[in-house]
C-alpha cells in the first residue's frame, strides 16, 4: 500500500486552529481515529487542565532500538497579521501551499501521518513511534509530559527527529531559551505628593537597564564555531526585553509593574547566571532605596518556561543517521529553540530535520513547497528503509 495523501492531510491540520492560546483536542482526536482507522492504537496524554493533550503511537515490534518522528501540533497567531488568503485554510499557489502551520511544523506532521500506511506494509526490525506536542511554541510545556509517557510505555528508542524546518539540512545545536518576569510591588499614593509612594515603574525602569546592559556586555564577547558545531548567529548569549506592564493612570505613583524578558544562552553557557547577576544588582542598587521607603516593597524574579539548549553530539546515533541519509557532510546550528534539547537532556540521541523555511514560520503567508514536501516524504522512506533493513 503506497502513502497516503499528504496534502489532503496537511488540509485537515490547518484548519484545526491551534493557536497555543486555544484547545488542540480536535486535531489530537482526529488524529488518534485516522491512526484507529488503520489500526493503530494512540495513547492520548493529556495536560492537568484537559484541554490540551499529545499523542504517542507506534508501529512496528516492541522493541528497543526505535525512531520518533517528532512534532508539535500548535502554532503561533495570525492576529494583526496581513494574509492573502485564510490562514486556517490550506491554499496552493504557484508550487506552495500557505496557510499557518504549513512550515511550522504542520508540513512534517503530515508527511509522518502519511507514511502509516507505508509503515504498516513493513517488515519493520524497530518501532517508529509518532509523538506529537502541545504548546511547543510557549515555552515547550507539552513535551515533558510526553517524555515522560514514553519512558513509561515505550521501549527506548534509539533517535528522535524533531522535523522542525530545516529545508530538510540536518540540524544539531540551538541556543537555550528561558522566559522571566521580573515583577516591582511598591507603594501606591497621588501623584501631588509622590515622596509618599514607592513607584514601581521607577524601579523597574533600574532594573530593565541593568538587563540591556548586560546584553550589550555579551554582545561583546562572540563565542566562534567549535569542533561538531558551527557558529550560531548572533554568536553570544542574548537577551530581549520582550513586554513591560505597571502602574494604573498617569496621577498614581505606581504600585507594581512587571516585565517579561528572554535570556537565549549558547549551548555552552550557564542559564541562571545572569539571573544571579540579576538578583545581586537588585539587592544591592534597587531593594535598599525600596525597602527604606516602604518595607513591604518586593522585587521577585520567575522563571515561567525554560527550554534546555541543544548541544552538538557529532558522534551520535541521531545525527549521523540524518547526514547518511540527507548527504550531508555536517550539521548547522539554528537561531531558534526547539523540543530537541528536551529529547537530549532525557538521554535520546536526536537531530532536527524537517522540510519548510523557518524564515516564513510565524510570518503572514507562511507557506511550504511542494518540492519542499516530496523531498520530506523521500527522506520519510529512507527512514523507514532504515528501519526496516
Known sequence: MPHADPIGLLDHLIAFDTVSNRSNRALIDWVADYLTCHGVDAQIVASPTGNKANLLASIGPPVEGGIVLSGHTDVVPVDGQDWSSNPFRLTERNGAYYGRGTADMKGFVALALAMVPELLTRDLRVPVHLAFTHDEETGCLGVPALIEAMQASVPRPAIVVVGEPTMLTPVNAHKGCYFHETTVTGREAHSSAPHLGVSAISALVKIAGFLDAEAAEAAR?????????????????????????????????????????????????????VVGRLERFVSEQVLPDLLARCPEAEVRTERIAGVP?????????????????????????????????????????????????????????????????????????????????
Not at 563565542?223 to 498614581?252: C, H, K, Q, Y
Request: aromatic share 8%; with cysteine; proline share 8%.
Open 221 to 273: 564577547h562572540p563565542v566562534p564555531a567549535s569542533a561538531g558545531r558551527g557558529a550560531f548567529d548572533p554568536p553570544w548569549n542574548t537577551l530581549n526585553l520582550g513586554w513591560i506592564e505597571g502602574g494604573s493612570a498617569a496621577n498614581i505613583v505606581a504600585n507594581h509593574a512587571s516585565l517579561v524578558w528572554d535570556y537565549r544562552p549558547l549551548p555552552d553557557a550557564d542559564p541562571d547566571a
Open 309 to 389: 539548549a541543544f548541544k552538538p553530539d557529532p558522534d551520535g546515533a541521531a545525527e549521523s543517521l540524518a547526514c547518511a541519509l540527507t548527504g550531508a557532510n555536517s550539521s548547522r546550528t539554528v537561531a531558534f529553540a526547539s523540543e530537541a534539547g528536551l529529547y537530549q537532556r532525557a538521554g535520546l540521541s536526536t537531530v532536527i530535520l524537517g522540510p519548510g523555511d523557518i524564515a516564513v514560520a510565524h510570518k503572514p503567508d507562511e507557506y511550504i513547497t511542494q518540492d519542499q514536501l516530496d523531498d520530506g516524504m523521500t527522506l520519510l522512506y529512507r527512514l523507514a528503509d532504515w528501519a526496516t533493513a
